[in-house]
């Protein structure tokens, strides 16, 4: 009967060593791919429950939430503002890349200039590319005179935030970013910190560029909190599969271990004789018993697959010494001897 030790000594092989590195090493992964999903679902549950919030809130003036030179808080991201002045349609700025509809254009970005000289970048929405890379689009004008805008505030835009590369180069009144330092930079007069999305203003204009749309909520993280489960899941299936591999293979050693053996090739099975076993004598055939007669009976000889000698060749083609008086040999018509009575 095997034991424990002889049963398991599998496990020290180099195959099965090789399978408990793997398994130790994902196992681990998993959990920190889990934890990451769960953070990530925290993350966007808080942001999309922030956002949500703000876009229900009541608009305020946007000099509440900002100032020149200032920053945009995350907390006040996407809040509904107002604010009133005079398009700048001089500094206006076409941002590059920018796709909505599933088709690439520009945003419009106009600045626009309050009572106390202090200004205000309003993105007044989108335009379709031109018909070639270096065709400019249609852009509508914007409102001459005082209008009153409503918009959703956004921060500045950054390589960081974003994910787009700035880069020098681009044709004049061009932008890849809506970055407002850079952009205040080339204007007489100082910017508040971020930007906003147009709503609606009032007067409205007679032709405008389609409106941005409102930011896409989502299910707040919820496909990243089914992630962290299933992530986690797997690890039940590795140590589960491991478990199981391990308690085949050795189920398996232990029944080869006490099942008898199967007999090979040339080997006996069983009832069979083995090779030392004396071989059973094989019935005479009727031609190798040469008639006698009547009375008399011939054993068959045992002999008779030996091949003869001269000797006994020449003793067999001459008459039994042995014969009865009055008895001679007559030969059969098969050849064979028989003895004749006189």
Same mark, same amino acid.
């Given at each position: 009967?095997?034991?424990?030790?002889?049963?398991?000594?599998?496990?020290?092989?180099?195959?099965?060593?090789?399978?408990?590195?793997?398994?130790?090493?994902?196992?681990?992964?998993?959990?920190?791919?889990?934890?990451?999903?769960?953070?990530?679902?925290?993350?966007? =549950?808080?942001?999309?429950?922030?956002?949500?919030?703000?876009?229900?809130?009541?608009?305020?003036?946007?000099?509440?939430?900002?100032?020149?030179?200032?920053? /945009?808080?995350?907390?006040?991201?996407?809040?509904?503002?107002?604010?009133?002045?005079?398009?700048?349609?001089?500094?206006? &700025?076409? /941002?590059? %890349?920018?796709?909505?509809?599933?088709?690439?254009?520009?945003?419009?970005?106009?600045?626009?200039?309050?009572?106390?000289?202090?200004?205000?970048?309003?993105?007044?929405?989108?335009?379709?590319?031109? =018909?070639?890379?270096?065709?400019?689009?249609?852009?509508?004008?914007?409102?001459?005179?005082?209008?009153?805008?409503?918009? %959703?505030?956004?921060?500045?835009?950054?390589?960081?935030?974003?994910?787009?590369?700035?880069?020098?180069?681009?044709?004049?009144?061009?932008? &890849?970013?809506?970055?407002?330092?850079?952009?205040?930079?080339?204007?007489?007069?100082?910017?508040?910190?971020?930007?906003?999305?147009?709503?609606?203003?009032?007067?409205?204009?007679?032709?405008?560029?389609?409106?941005?749309?409102?930011?896409?909520?989502?299910?707040?993280?919820?496909?990243?909190?089914?992630?962290?489960?299933?992530?986690?899941?797997?690890?039940?299936?590795?140590?589960?599969?491991? /478990?199981?591999?391990?308690?085949?293979?050795?189920?398996?050693?232990?029944?080869?271990?006490?099942?008898?053996?199967?007999?090979?090739?040339?080997?006996?099975?069983?009832?069979?004789?083995?090779?030392?076993?004396?071989? %059973?004598?094989?019935?005479?055939?009727? =031609?190798?018993?040469?008639?006698?007669?009547?009375?008399?009976?011939?054993?068959?000889?045992?002999?008779?697959?030996?091949?003869?000698?001269?000797?006994? =060749?020449?003793?067999?083609?001459?008459?039994?010494?042995?014969? %009865?008086?009055?008895?001679?040999?007559?030969?059969?018509?098969?050849?064979?001897?028989?003895?004749?009575?006189?």
């Amino acid at each position: 009967m095997p034991t424990l030790d002889d049963v398991y000594r599998f496990l020290l092989t180099p195959r099965w060593l090789a399978l408990h590195v793997v398994v130790l090493l994902v196992i681990p992964a998993f959990v920190l791919l889990g934890q990451w999903q769960f953070g990530r679902f925290e993350e966007r =549950s808080t942001s999309s429950h922030q956002i949500t919030g703000n876009l229900a809130a009541a608009p305020v003036a946007v000099e509440e939430l900002t100032s020149p030179g200032g920053t /945009v808080s995350t907390q006040d991201k996407y809040r509904t503002v107002l604010t009133k002045g005079t398009y700048d349609a001089g500094a206006q &700025l076409l /941002v590059r %890349r920018r796709v909505q509809d599933k088709a690439v254009g520009f945003y419009v970005l106009t600045p626009l200039v309050t009572a106390d000289g202090t200004g205000v970048l309003v993105n007044r929405g989108w335009v379709r590319a031109g =018909s070639t890379a270096d065709a400019l689009p249609e852009v509508p004008a914007p409102s001459s005179g005082e209008v009153t805008v409503t918009g %959703r505030l956004r921060p500045t835009e950054t390589e960081e935030t974003s994910g787009i590369r700035d880069r020098a180069g681009l044709p004049a009144g061009q932008v &890849l970013l809506i970055n407002t330092e850079a952009i205040g930079r080339g204007l007489p007069y100082r910017l508040l910190g971020g930007y906003v999305d147009l709503i609606e203003q009032s007067p409205a204009a007679a032709v405008a560029p389609a409106p941005v749309p409102a930011p896409d909520v989502g299910e707040g993280g919820g496909l990243n909190l089914a992630y962290g489960v299933q992530w986690w899941l797997f690890i039940g299936v590795a140590i589960g599969g491991w /478990v199981l591999l391990i308690r085949r293979e050795a189920a398996d050693l232990k029944a080869a271990a006490t099942t008898p053996g199967e007999p090979g090739p040339g080997e006996p099975g069983d009832g069979e004789p083995g090779p030392d076993a004396p071989s %059973r004598s094989a019935a005479p055939s009727v =031609s190798s018993v040469s008639p006698g007669p009547p009375g008399r009976s011939s054993a068959p000889d045992d002999s008779s697959d030996e091949p003869s000698s001269p000797d006994d =060749s020449a003793e067999s083609a001459e008459p039994a010494a042995s014969s %009865r008086p009055g008895e001679s040999a007559v030969s059969s018509p098969s050849g064979e001897s028989a003895d004749l009575r006189a």
